[in-house]
DNA sequence: GTCTATATATTGATAGAC
DNA sequence: GTCTATCAATATATAGAC
């Protein structure tokens, strides 16, 4: 058995337990979750947990950094797939707009538990949220540069436009009126006007 | 003693303990704060609480309840304050825009701590939530009508222009770089952007 | 209307059988 | 690696003295 597949994580019954974490944790927030809680959703009982994890609060963390780590790795893939400013942001909205939108339920842990974390923890992800600040402000300061943005402070406006990504996590609802579809054309529409870009053909 | 005055919110004890409420609230969600918390905040016994208050939840409906109605007074009265629907987004987008970044303590628990309520008292503030969607879309809807929007889906861009404000009371810290006064400037700029009015002079 | 003391339930986590 | 049983701490809320 290699060093990997014995590690937590990587286990069948330790992914199920995280599963189940990520879904109360969304419904009910950290605080609100009991382990006797997640164990439940897991088909488990409370002890098992312990097996496979050292605390409630470490599933968050786990849920939080890799989350936070996936974010960054798609949206850089996006960003770097792109010819102009326009094209790269146009991609790294669609990307960021998708993984909320999509993956509300992940995304809702991931973006509003962080304050549940102890402090050691919490600056872990802040420093992937920090690149994923860099990400966006480097393509709006690119295209500011070009001439195809109209942006007074790309500092502002990148906090704006991952303000408004990150959102759809609070209160998209898949049972409501739109599609994940229809919510992330929407958002890409709205970045691309946020920045003054040209309107798309 | 007045009807108003022998109601538990009018007292200066009561007041008090809800504020310490709301602090805790901000800091660590609901379910974060204990009721020792609140009382140790208020320079109080933790049986104090329940001589002003219900129960725990009821501290969070209360807060959560006049919260909203507060926010949904100032922006009808914004509102109706302007004449052209470009002025009234303007004025809108700058009364709930200070809401959120110069309250942002009070309107982080009356936004994101929702979720506590029973879901009786979810539905009370529920209808107000409804009714501040309706003042922003009726704006858009107004100014799509004279042509000084140009808006495709007047309830997604409302969604949109509520969230972003809404956020401000996520991310602002004042210890960091911007006053409330540059965000509010920020977020009035990026909602006329978003509807597409004419840039201001 | 404030306190100390406490009832009662639930919490995160562990012990030990299998 | 799963379970049952349980520990010790903490939770919300109340009782009763002053």
């Not at 790309?154 to 579809?181: F, H, N, Q």
């Amino acid at each position: 058995m290699t060093q990997e597949k014995r590690s937590a994580a990587a286990t069948a019954a330790a992914a199920r337990i995280l599963d189940a974490a990520t879904a109360a944790f969304a419904e009910l927030g950290f605080h609100g979750t009991s382990t006797r809680d997640i164990a439940a959703r897991a088909g488990m009982s409370p002890a098992a947990i312990y097996v496979h994890h050292r605390s409630k609060e470490e599933l968050l963390y786990t849920i939080s950094l890799s989350g936070h780590r996936r974010v960054l790795d798609a949206i850089r893939e996006a960003s770097a797939a792109g010819i102009t400013p326009t094209d790269r942001l146009e991609r790294v909205a669609h990307s960021f707009g998708t993984w909320h939108a999509e993956g509300h339920v992940r995304a809702r842990v991931v973006d509003y538990e962080m304050g549940a974390l102890t402090a050691a923890h919490q600056e872990d992800v802040a420093a992937v949220r920090r690149d994923i600040g860099t990400v966006h402000r480097s393509i709006i300061e690119a295209g500011v540069a070009t001439g195809e943005f109209a942006v007074a402070d790309p500092s502002m406006t990148s906090v704006s436009i991952i303000s408004l990504g990150v959102d759809i996590a609070r209160w998209y609802r898949p049972e409501k009126a739109w599609t994940t579809a229809q919510v992330v054309a929407h958002y890409r529409d709205t970045v691309l006007r946020i920045v003054g870009a040209a309107p798309r053909s």
